[in-house]
């Protein structure tokens, strides 16, 4: 049983794997916190982003941002921040309500927002990457969410091609919740939620702390620590025979995390298209970035228990010279979970969502969506590396995918590259073909190196014009996305 919890975690050769993020992370303080950026001294305990809640069906906010220099250790590092913290607000809505979002931009640099995961307009003032905002300017946008939208963790970062590495890598993230009946089972609303953003950002005194070489590039950029809402390895009191509900978003620009927490099973209650049918127990998952999950801990003996992230190699031997080669991550200790008591385990629900996976069936057409890199391209970095889809670098001129709303498509994605790369398609959820059931829904997807992972894709209720593309963002950068136009 043990090794099938891993086969069914550790995206393996198929690629079928598909359990999006995990991080955990038990706090002391279950309020929204005000004030500026978080502590990163080790040891402090365990912190939530501030949380901005919706009221009869609107949730309008001013996400303001700019450089910051917030605490780290005995001093500070320079950060980009929004309202003054990183990671930003957790704007809590339910399907139905309109979200408002006035950002402005107080960057030396072009910015703009993508609500990550949620099946709202790309067009206009909704969920547009196509559109800027310059440095000292703002926008307004207004994303109508569906009343049918799938409850469940969402984030929000910046999508202003060229800059989305440097920009959500130096702290602009923020998580999105939309809750629906499921949070209010008796066993939910009795759990002790915990939001938890990572991160692993530059270390430095200045902007210059953002730039990174053409290698580091292609490679994608890791930060040299891993911060928990900010701080650097919290420690999270929790009290045995509790219900703790956690909601993970790897926010990283390129770092995978397969994390663990020693003595203790992660039951997974969602992954980052919406909640399971019903909790599933797992020993390890693998979160690749901008992947995200919810799932439930329940301590019931007194002790110390460390939340580590465990080695991970994205990628395999090839490209001499250490270009595309296999990439490394040791193993990290992110985090002290400190039970106190003794009791038995608290009780999970039996169900959660309805299955609505026959929604994904019967394919109308299918394609073959092939991740590469090569050599020069408009994506290279001076007629060095470049990243493509199906040999093209991304061009917003160009529309790459056309079909009409209604749809459903299996698409094959095919990895010929020699790194990993986490594939993402905006505004439409999918299913991994193949996986179990209890994946569920999906908008990010690891493609192993060298391998291959099909999804089906329903192409419904909202049409537009938008993008797909790897996830590990200095790659989305440097070409690795294409433009989809779903038309009506």
């Given at each position: ?148 939208h ?26 999105i ?12 609303v ?39 809402n ?29 994390l ?39 301590p ?6 460390s ?22 991550t ?19 629900p039996?169900?959660?969502?309805a ?95 060298g ?38």
């Amino acid at each position: 049983m043990q090794r099938s919890r891993r086969e069914f975690l550790v995206l393996g050769g198929t690629g079928v794997a598909a359990l999006g993020g995990l991080a955990a992370l038990l706090g002391a303080c279950a309020s929204s916190r005000s004030g500026s950026s978080f502590p990163v001294a080790p040891g402090l305990a365990f912190r939530q982003p501030d949380v901005l809640t919706s009221v009869n069906g609107t949730l309008a906010v001013t996400l303001r941002a700019a450089p910051t220099m917030v605490p780290h250790g005995s001093g500070t590092r320079y950060a980009l921040t929004y309202n003054g913290t990183t990671p930003g607000p957790t704007l809590r809505v339910r399907p139905g309500d309109r979200l408002v979002v006035t950002l402005e931009n107080g960057l030396d640099a072009e910015t703009n927002l993508h609500t990550h995961g949620l099946h709202v307009s790309p067009s206009g003032d909704a969920d547009n990457i196509f559109a800027t905002v310059a440095p000292g300017a703002s926008r307004t946008y207004t994303y109508d969410i569906p009343s049918t939208h799938r409850s469940g963790l969402f984030w929000y970062h910046p999508h202003a091609h060229g800059t989305v590495a440097p920009q959500v890598a130096g702290g602009l993230a923020g998580a999105i919740i939309v809750e629906d009946a499921i949070d209010e089972l008796p066993e939910m609303v009795a759990s002790v939620e915990r939001v938890i953003v990572l991160s692993d950002p530059p270390i430095g005194s200045g902007p210059g702390t953002m730039s990174v070489s053409p290698m580091t590039q292609m490679q994608g950029r890791q930060g040299p620590v891993v911060l928990v809402n900010g701080m650097s390895q919290p420690i999270v009191p929790a009290r045995a025979g509790s219900r703790e509900r956690w909601r993970l978003v790897n926010a990283s620009a390129a770092r995978y995390y397969r994390l663990a927490l020693d003595g203790h099973a992660l039951h997974v209650l969602a992954t980052d298209g919406g909640r399971l049918v019903a909790p599933t127990e797992v020993s390890e998952i693998l979160v690749a970035p901008g992947e995200r999950v919810e799932f439930a801990v329940l301590p019931s003996k007194a002790g110390n228990y460390s939340l580590r992230a465990l080695r991970y190699d994205r990628g395999r031997p090839g490209m001499g010279g250490g270009m595309g080669g296999a990439i490394s991550t040791g193993e990290l200790t992110l985090a002290t979970v400190t039970v106190a008591g003794s009791a038995s385990e608290a009780v999970l629900p039996v169900r959660l969502a309805a299955d609505d996976s026959a929604s994904a069936a019967a394919p109308s057409a299918t394609r073959t969506v092939t991740l590469g890199m090569g050599m020069g391209g408009g994506g290279g970095m001076g007629g060095g590396m470049g990243f493509t889809i199906d040999g093209r670098s991304f061009d917003p001129a160009r529309t790459d995918i056309e079909l009409p709303l209604g749809h459903v498509e299996e698409w094959t994605l095919v990895n010929a590259s020699t790194m990993d790369h986490p594939f993402h398609l905006h505004v439409w959820s999918f299913r991994v073909v193949g996986a179990p059931a209890s994946v569920g829904w999906k908008d990010t997807v690891n493609v192993p190196a060298g391998g291959a992972v099909t999804i089906r894709i329903p192409f419904t209720e909202i049409p537009g014009r938008t993008v797909y593309h790897c996830h590990i963002l200095d790659h989305e950068d440097l070409g690795m996305m294409g433009v989809i136009d779903v038309t009506s």
